[in-house]
């Protein structure tokens, strides 16, 4: 099986030690069989907070699911918390999965009610926005998606890399343990890089609480495993009934062409 | 006051009957002082049913709004059911209103559960998503977003620029009358074209029912307008934290660079 | 266009520099041919707080109502968070606006979340069931209705009329806050006097947060001013199905003359 | 323990016949020490299929429970779907019960999803936003609250006291099936007259259903005298914060003058 | 009538105050016909904090529900928050109150949002996951079953038995005011025995908030005491259809032999 | 890697080439190093529809979930859509799975709405109870469990080994219209060996509609092999914060000694 993951961003050396400690972290987690290819976007704004900036990086994302696809990848996954995934899904024919939608439901086994932590004030939005398109609300507590204060930066991220207990721990456990008052028994790591680093340094529960901290990346990664499994094995990929139908690829490629995309 | 229509598509002079059908429906319901200009836009996939395909749309719609508030528009109208609405928001600094948003709120106020009669399979699935994030569920019927069989396609639109009695209005009234069934006192028309169309044609109400058949268009551009006119003379536009807070300009365009928009 | 704004109260002359600068602060936003007449009510209790004292209020309201549209007024606007909106509508043949209908409805096309600040108690009862009933609780905040305290009382009043920044902005300031704390990105003064007088004194924002502080009434009356020019262009003022369908008049003129209303 | 029933009407005498067998149905359900009176209103607009003459006939209603509890009565009973029961409960002292609210928490300990059926299309709409209002809307099927057609009027009420199987039973059946194909496991006649006539006349189920047909009128009287018990023993009435708490008498009294009602 | 009262645990006389107490406390609610009869579980893993300890002993208790209806009891009060009322419900034919339900209906008709303090963390997941499936969260507060800490022991309880003021009651209230904080007018006693020695000990409202406290246990009893009499009297037990439909007793048997039952 | 798949029956000679098929038909679905082993209870009620019958043998299926992992399984599988799955889920250290949870998930990624057919009325009312409770109606359409009439019996479920498209594909697929109709775009099937049959025979999507109709059982046990792997790998099974937190193991065993299950 080949699982492709796309970065949201073009390549950054200087994120370099991110990029080496991921895989690392990631990889292992694999099945014997499972390749894995990370790809990052051939253009992108590159982290720009915004809903229409978002938007416009969604645009490079689906392109890079559907080269994927064509690539010859049994399974695509969409490396950040602000994916575009129905859109790709409804394009691809194989499976698509996100570190948010993925790492949600997988939470909802683990746990009753979560909360998403978060790395800046705009991602909370678009992050419960996806909750609530998933009909998860229910199983969310109250603000279910909050953000460390003051943001991340490349700062933090690099430091992270390095040892996230001296800065990133503990601005995220201030809000954890809001989130936990509120009544989260299970916390998930609201940024695909932080997750993966944070369970290597040791980290994996808010302490004393009983309260699981989940590298989101990861177990996501994990779950679109399964689902390419099931793809491969069982024929099961998606509903072809109105949302996720794809349409006529000419007419897609007609849309495509308006943004010089092909 | 100057408003700005902006259509979903490039211009296409086939079309031509229905622009000034269009033009003629809308443009007596505004006020004395509000000029109001329909714009094409330059690119488009034009109507291709497919999330990603409006996704891709919809970048061209904002920026097409983005030039309008350049150009000195006072307020932006999303002339399509798929829009953009959120994202043009965000980046925009005077009001913008979709004939989706618009129209159902002014369905509120005057009914107690709507429903829309839209004219694609693949349109449902928008529009329902839309209602479900303006928090609008209980104030629909159960499946309030229904579509016309056989879809509507330019045959059908360019009838009904004619006479929609013949092919269209039977078409939706079945469709209605199954909404009516389940509840709905109020019916939206789902496109934009199609309502000041039957507008202009005398029919404004399921026969016999008391039941509205709302020209969406032209009630949410009269929203838009009474939103710019307290914008201008009260100020009030948008909140401006969190979702709605634009981001700074140079990272926002750094983004569109992506997309070779600027 | 004429409309019609009825006070909730009897005449009072102690509040006569409160009606004038009332008149100030709304008359102004209206267009060049709209036309406004404030009419008060012949009998009142005068803001009892009570939910039966608002009920027989909302009979003055209504009766109020029905003579402003036999006076030939275009549009109806219940000037107080106490309305029986849905009465009035069931009964009138022209628009009908309300302060909390309209002005919630206003809100959502300009923010996520809201909240409304009120003046007291028993009204955060009374809107927060409208609030409901309007279908809007995805919309608004937990708790999405609550108090100045101590409440306000006709002290505060005029002392807000002079100058608003002395006791009635503290005393909202702090239940705001806690509001944006709770997730409101705008927040609705939740009192037909104090939204304008907060907006003439300057103050339409809580400071340093972007969220603004809306003065419901104005932008309601504007609302309204729309929903009425839709009913004299377009011909749409609401279902006539069901909830908003007039009994005949001469069974309705049975019930009233119980009262000895007529 | 003495209770008082409280028609929404005045008396009648062409009713005799309903009002001799109402006594007769219910009377007997109470225990032995339970007094029970009739009283109609002194006046009413008398079923008038209208919200605002319901709550002008509201007035009426409160008016009679706070005359039945100066009379010395210890529960007061609204004896029709139409009420003003939150009204009424805020300013009286001893308990209040109605049909609606009682008779649907007695239908969630009989079954798990209930369905009311009425006697006009006005009326659905009155009970179907209390059920709203109650919070009860999950436990209640889609269009929860349906209608006899043609509706119910004098001949077919008095045709019922007689033998509601010639005419009204088949009505009520119909729809009825149509609740239960749509998840209904229990079905309360949404009118205070006609459940106790159904039950005389041995219909208590919807035949070769399992499916009961509720009593609601006898029903919720009996839930009213458990409630008047408990607050006669143990002294537990009412929440007195907030939404229930009554006004200041004088108050109070100044609004009720402003109707002449004292 | 005759009313069974099915304790949750064996026969302790270490408790004995407690027993003799709870019977002094409840007994005199009672009409003066209804015969109540405790009855202790013959085997019980008493008071594991656990939901699978508590599915056991559900099994228990549904076996002495079962037996309090061969030995010819009219009603079964199920007398603790841990209880199987579903499935006892359906393998009975006569009314089975519990403790959780009853006394949250009747909460609904004496306040508007209820919240409910208990006794231990395991305890809050059982009550509000009941309250979910009742349908009931609109009328409860955010997080609405909370938790007195340190949890209650034997101590804490026979302490309480001599004077609920000096441990207990302290305990509650300061969860108790949280809740009302939140948003709650009344107050339900998680917990079969609090309530009624909370009563007796004159401890009825939190203290200057006109919030109820109520006795859950005894106003519960009371209303399965009116569900007797209404089966008595008017036949209506429950709905036979699918959910509480008993299955053929042959069949249930059998699965009761599997675990040695029967 | 070691699952243990458990069935909610006894052993059942005469359902052995059910046994062989379902076999024959999941396993191949599993990776290389994976070990599955299928249990039957010792003691059951087999398959009796009741909701107490269920919870009795509910018991029997946690008492083999605790020996399975006592014999050293790394993950356990509930085998029925009747499942424990909570008081599994909380006494066991290792991944529990079950047909329902996990393919309801798998589901949610697969397409919008949701609906399950199942194949007896009493187990539509467990399956939906379930939906409910995780909190996922919003992705399920009305009445989202419905069931194949005549019920499924042994005849039927052999008659399936041999050939599903004879007898029990045409009376799922009626069913499956329904659902489709209503809103559905992909059907689960609510029983844990039709699954596996009718993918076996080649039927996965109801024909001409582009709706799958998932094997339920294989696509959850695959669901659980990831659990386990991201349990043995990532060391993340669950929240041990309130609801999952296993008791003390005595206190725990002193319950099971009450049924003499220890």
Same sequence: chains 1, 2, 3, 4, 5, 6.
Avoid at 31 to 41: K, M, N, Y
Avoid at 73 to 90: H, K, Q, S, T, Y
Avoid at 132 to 147: E, N
Avoid at 148 to 153: A, K, R
Wanted: net charge negative.
């Amino acid at each position: 099986m080949k699982l492709c993951w796309i970065h949201p961003t073009t390549a950054n050396d200087a994120l370099a030690p991110l990029w080496e400690k991921l895989d690392a972290a990631v990889r292992p987690a694999l099945a014997a069989g499972t390749e894995l290819e990370f790809r990052f976007l051939p253009k992108s704004g590159n982290f720009v907070r915004s809903a229409y900036a978002e938007h416009i990086n969604s645009v490079h994302i689906v392109e890079a699911a559907l080269k994927a696809e064509e690539d010859g990848f049994d399974g695509v996954f969409l490396g950040c918390w602000n994916d575009p995934l129905w859109e790709a899904r409804e394009v691809l024919s194989v499976p698509v999965g996100s570190v948010s939608e993925q790492s949600m439901l997988a939470a909802l086994a683990m746990g009753k009610r979560l909360a998403v932590v978060t790395v800046s004030q705009k991602t909370t939005i678009a992050i419960e926005n996806d909750l609530l398109a998933y009909g998860l609300r229910d199983r969310a507590i109250v603000r279910p998606v909050r953000t460390i204060m003051p943001e991340s930066d490349a700062g933090l991220l690099l430091g992270a890399v390095a040892d996230p207990h001296a800065a990133f721990i503990p601005r995220l456990e201030e809000v954890a343990r809001g989130c936990i008052a509120d009544g989260a028994d299970i916390i998930l790591v609201g940024c695909a890089y932080y997750g993966p680093l944070l369970r290597l340094s040791g980290y994996t529960e808010v302490p004393g609480t009983g309260v699981p901290v989940m590298d989101s990346s990861t177990v996501a990664l994990k779950y679109l495993e399964t689902m390419t499994d099931i793809a491969m094995k069982l024929g099961a990929v998606k509903s072809t009934r109105l949302q996720l139908r794809a349409p006529p690829r000419e007419a897609l490629d007609n849309a495509r062409r308006s943004l010089s995309l092909i």
